[in-house]
């Protein structure tokens, strides 16, 4: 399951785009993030058809209450670029 933090939705992103991006990934890698947390940055498409234009960039982060907490995502940057195509 995919907890959507408050912060993660400070680029007007909503709960479902978020989640879709991170079920959906065209790519993933695991980040930096904080100690003892395993921290995934996702590029995918907001929905279900999603145009490869039109990608988001989701981090998450597995925390102790068990769930992938996203808690950035946006349109996609140069930095996750690389994850177009790296499934």
Known sequence: MVKVDESARKHGLKNGEIRYAVRHPFGFQ???GN?????????GPRHEGGSPHNV???IA???????????????????????MHCK
């Not at 100690?35 to 590029?43: K, L, R, S």
């Not at 982060?61 to 769930?67: C, Q, W």
Request: no cysteine.
């Open 61 to 83: 982060a597995s925390r102790e209450d068990g769930l992938l907490h996203a808690f950035h995502a946006m349109p996609i940057t140069d930095r996750w670029m690389h994850l």
């Open 35 to 43: 100690p003892g947390e395993a921290t995934i940055a996702f590029v």
């Open 30 to 32: 695991k980040t930096l």
């Open 56 to 58: 988001i960039e989701v």
